[in-house]
Each structure stands twice: as structure tokens, then as C-alpha cells.
């Protein structure tokens, strides 16, 4: 089994640059992301629990929404997406078979963590040990394609019972696993940045999140450093947040949308950009 955006992804990974992932949380702004000119995209579980379900990123996810929601978006950019699986659900089992239920719908990769779920600490996050994770990425290597990629996310530098030297343990022992790229959250200043791009025998993402560290940082600091590619996760959920916000208080505050059109799209273009022009004129020759 082949995996064209598991090639591409590794392609762009390998090029001397810095692979800036925009999060995205449905089709619409998968498409607008990649009109923007992104070549890969991320989808986060937080995005899908909110967006999709109605719920907090706390650990609701099951298996279903996470592959339903992926295939839409990869049928949508037809371009590299990389998953959050979070944890993979469970055992090495189900790790295994979220990898390969994405993996076949062509999803380019996943993102794999050790954190501990439900998410019960608002501040704190709970590692589960490795004896435990490694075979989960163990399992999900033996079950998908060659270039199918997986990314491992360790949470344990904001483990109490963790830190920076338990995160750099992980990351030192997750290339033998099977992972093929990694990343520490949690990241707090510089003098981690550097110790980890420094010590880490793997290729290096770094969490761009608006509320961490990294983000305070710019994009060619992080390259020189040896970091491959940026995450930005939620940054489009939260922009349209704001901007629906704004656009509902003007609706019920003046019962129209007058005073806000100049801040929003064309509906015609918005349309279109979803396929209504082109998807007919391609399949009328059917008809004729």
C-alpha cells in the first residue's frame, strides 16, 4: 500500500525549510489554508471536539469522528494532513488501528502522545509511562505503510513528575520505537529550546501554540536552530471565534448585517472556492 501525502510529507520535512503546519478544524478551513498557500495542514483533536462535537478538549474523542473528519478534509485539499490521535485511544491495539484506518483514507500522518486522558488538570498534564507507550508506537509502525508518518508528542516536561531530562529520554528512545519525528510541549524558555534541538537524535517540531514559548519566537531562530517544522494548532479556531462573535453581536444588536459586510466575503467567491462553479462545468461534459 502506497501513501502519496505520506511521500509528499516526508518530502517537505527533508527540504532545507521551515514547515510552518496551520491548524485547521473542518473542510472550509482546510480549503481556505490551502489557498492561503500551506502545502500540509494538522488537524487537532481539540479542534474536532470543539468544531465537531461540542465539547472541551478533554479527551472525548473516539476513533469514528477522528477518521470521519479526516477523510472529508484530505477528499477536500487533496494535500499532506497530519492527525492528532492523541493518545491512540487505548492500548497498542488501538493504536495500531486508528494508524491504519488513517492511513488507508490517506491521511499523511499522525501526531501520537503519552498523555494521560481524560485530561483532569487544568494546569498539569499526567504522562503515561513508557513501558506503556512504546508499544503503541511499536504496534502503529508494524500496522501502517512505509511512509506513512508518525510524530510523537511527549507532554512530559509539564509532568510534575517529569521535566525537561524525562522529555528528552522519551524523544532520545521514541526513533528506535518506530516514530520518525517528535516534539516536546511545554517548552519554557530559550535555554530549553536549545538544549533539546542540541540533544535530541530526531528530526524536531516545535509547538507554536499563542499561549507557549516557542511562539514568542521567530520562524528563522527556530530553523537555526535545527527545528524541521512549527505547529500553530488552534489559531484558526480561535480567529473564528472572534470573528463570529463579532459578526452575531452586530446581528442581534441591529437585526442586520449592514454594518458588517465589509469584513466579510464575497458569497458568490465563497462558494466557489468550495467547488460550486467548477464541480459542474467538470462532470457537464458527461452530458454531452
Not at 462535537?53 to 470521519?68: C, I, N, R, S, T
Not at 502503529?140 to 521535566?163: C, H, K, L
Amino acid at each position: 500500500m502506497s501513501n502519496q501525502y505520506a511521500k509528499r510529507f516526508r518530502e517537505l520535512m527533508e527540504a532545507d525549510d521551515f514547515l510552518l503546519l496551520p491548524g485547521i478544524f473542518d473542510c472550509f478551513s482546510a480549503k481556505i489554508a490551502k489557498e492561503a498557500g500551506f502545502e500540509a495542514q494538522f488537524l487537532s483533536g481539540g479542534s474536532i471536539q470543539i468544531a465537531r462535537m461540542g465539547k472541551p478538549d478533554l479527551g472525548f474523542l473516539y476513533p469514528k469522528e477522528v477518521a470521519d473528519a479526516s477523510e472529508y478534509v484530505v477528499d477536500t485539499i487533496e494535500a499532506p494532513l497530519i492527525v492528532d490521535v492523541d493518545n491512540g485511544y487505548g492500548n497498542a491495539l488501538h493504536a495500531a488501528t486508528i494508524g491504519r484506518t488513517l492511513d488507508r483514507i490517506g491521511v499523511a500522518g499522525v501526531q501520537l502522545d503519552d498523555k494521560v486522558l481524560p485530561a483532569l488538570k487544568p494546569k498539569d498534564s499526567v504522562t503515561i509511562p513508557w513501558e506503556l507507550m512504546a508499544p503503541k508506537i511499536r504496534a502503529m509502525r508494524d500496522a501502517v505503510s512505509e511512509d506513512f508518518v508518525i510524530i510523537y508528542r511527549t507532554v512530559a516536561n509539564m509532568d510534575p513528575e517529569g521535566g525537561i531530562d524525562e522529555s528528552i529520554r522519551r524523544v532520545n528512545l521514541v526513533k528506535e520505537a518506530g516514530a520518525d519525528y517528535a516534539y516536546i510541549d511545554g517548552t519554557k524558555n530559550m535555554e530549553q529550546l536549545v538544549r533539546i534541538a542540541k540533544e535530541c537524535n530526531i528530526g524536531l517540531l516545535v509547538n507554536m501554540n499563542e499561549k507557549g514559548f516557542p511562539a514568542t519566537r521567530p520562524m528563522p531562530e527556530l530553523k537555526d536552530l535545527g527545528y524541521k517544522a512549527g505547529l500553530s494548532p488552534m489559531a484558526a479556531l480561535l480567529a473564528a471565534r472572534k470573528a463570529m462573535m463579532e459578526l452575531f453581536e452586530e446581528l442581534k444588536r441591529t437585526g442586520s448585517t449592514l454594518g458588517y459586510r465589509d469584513r466579510m466575503t464575497d458569497a458568490v467567491e465563497t462558494h466557489n472556492l468550495m467547488g460550486r462553479a467548477s464541480l459542474p462545468e467538470f462532470y457537464d461534459k458527461y452530458y454531452h
